[in-house]
């Protein structure tokens, strides 16, 4: 038991993953950190294949696979030779395997005769009919044509429909999305709408995504509400691509995001979240979860429920840990303070522990926390700023068996860095 103990601690990531935490560092099932950027999912069957660019491979594209989108595992690098590929994504317009992405502000596409593996370059294009050069890639396949349309934001601030042609040659125009500085498009369709998320043009910033609609792919597109609250800016994210579980029960539509680091490395990760969509109102509204899941077979969502709390009340504060607030439930702490959360109860494998907080500017400074004597405190927040956006941060940490463990939170970062704890919360795994 103990040896499995440290051996749990090393990896860090032993055992299935039971939920999609936003923002939350993701593991495959390998145990090593989850590194497909910018990507996007096609399904074949009953598996999910996601291909992103790998930042920790100079942005070669790399795709894991998954039958239930939690557990994925590593298939890797689709195409060694080839970097620098943003945002790259799959099709399959006739026959062969395509994937297409930006490279150099061009668009470049590969080829391979199977989904996995073998992929070669075909081309490297500005697109028709302006030859404007290209940045972010996007993809969607129109079930009604059967037909894969390639997304991408060009020039002249105009976001840009084509449509792939059965030889994989990017097509002419389906429509464009102009008027704006727009991104990072995605699109889906639901009753009746195509929906177009795009997002702004603020480098590795989040921003408030936005949504635009029109009832046939030749547009015109029309709208631009905020998926998310304004202050949220998309809970931290940027738009990458939308994916339809169409399930026995019902249908969900999920977001996936990329919650940049400051250069969209490999401190990188993931926002995915189900959406509400309404095509009468044309609206689209991220409906945030600290940690959800969809049944990839009947298309429900489910959260999980909350087993245990532990209140900052009760937690032994250090230093110069200061103000409690009046209700006497969470304190503010800044730079050297600490607070000591005591009897944890730990299973002694891989488990989810929600930090209950809020700071007051989340890229100021830096939330972690120490397990009981261990050297090196995990860094909560500075890798993705959840703090600040999502009051509830879901960590995975691997905790002594038994109510033994000490969890002490701290702060480091500019000193006007504030953070407002409320306490730690553990959940079923189910
Ligand atoms: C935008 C793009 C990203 C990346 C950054 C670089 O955010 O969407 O993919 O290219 O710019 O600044």
């Known amino acids: ?19 999609i935490a936003p923002g939350a560092v993701w593991y495959d099932t390998d145990g090593q950190k989850i590194d497909a950027h910018g990507g996007g999912i096609v399904q074949r069957g009953d598996t999910f294949y996601w291909v992103g660019q790998s930042a920790s491979s100079n942005e070669s594209p790399m795709m894991y696979s998954s039958t239930d989108l939690l557990n994925w595992k590593n298939l890797g690098k689709q195409a060694s030779s080839v970097t620098g590929l943003w945002r790259p994504k799959i099709a399959k317009p006739n026959g062969s395997f395509w994937l297409y992405g930006q490279q150099d502000r061009y668009v470049l596409s590969l080829k391979s005769a199977q989904m996995v593996g073998g992929y070669s370059t075909v081309k490297k294009v500005h697109l028709p009919p302006s030859d404007y050069s290209y940045s972010d890639t996007g993809m969607y396949y129109d079930e009604a044509s059967t037909t894969w349309y390639l997304l991408t934001s060009a020039d002249h601030n105009t976001v840009q429909i084509n449509k792939i042609n059965s030889d994989g040659t990017v097509g002419a125009r389906a429509s464009t999305l102009t008027g704006g500085a727009y991104e990072a498009p995605g699109l889906f369709y639901a009753g009746g709408v195509y929906f177009l998320i795009v997002s702004g043009k603020t480098g590795w910033r989040s921003n408030p995504n936005k949504v635009f609609t029109a009832t046939s792919l030749s547009g015109p597109w029309t709208g631009g509400s905020n998926i998310a609250p304004e202050s949220e800016k998309t809970y931290n994210s940027q738009n990458t691509y939308e994916l339809t579980i169409k399930g026995s029960q019902q249908t969900t539509y999920l977001y996936m995001g990329d ?8 401190g990188s990760n993931y926002v995915w979240l ?9 609206t689209v509204t991220l409906q945030y ?12 969502v ?7 709390r532990y209140a900052t009340r009760d937690a032994q ?22 607070i000591a959360f005591h009897n944890v109860t730990g299973t002694g ?20 926390i120490v397990v009981n004597d261990e050297v090196r405190p995990v860094n909560i927040s500075d890798l993705n700023s959840r703090a600040g956006y999502h009051g509830v941060v879901p960590v995975q940490l691997v905790l002594k068996p038994g109510d033994v463990n000490t969890l002490r939170f701290g702060v480091s970062g500019a000193s006007g860095f504030e953070v407002s704890v409320d306490g730690i919360e553990f959940y079923e795994e189910d």
Request: aromatic share 8%.
């Open 1 to 19: 038991m103990r040896f499995l103990t440290i051996l749990c601690g090393v990896t860090g990531a032993l055992g299935a993953t039971s939920w």
């Open 274 to 282: 189900p959406m509400a969509v309404s095509p009468s109102a044309k």
């Open 317 to 338: 504060v250090s230093r110069r840990a200061s103000s409690r607030n009046s209700a006497g439930s969470s304190h503010k702490i800044k730079r050297g303070d600490e």
């Open 259 to 266: 919650a940049w680091d400051s250069k969209g490395s490999t």
């Open 302 to 308: 489910s959260y999980p429920t909350a087993k245990k």
């Open 349 to 368: 494998s891989r488990q989810w522990v929600s930090l209950l907080y809020t700071a007051n500017e989340p890229e100021a400074g830096q939330a972690y």
């Open 289 to 300: 979860h600290a940690m959800w899941k969809v049944d990839v077979n009947t298309g429900v």
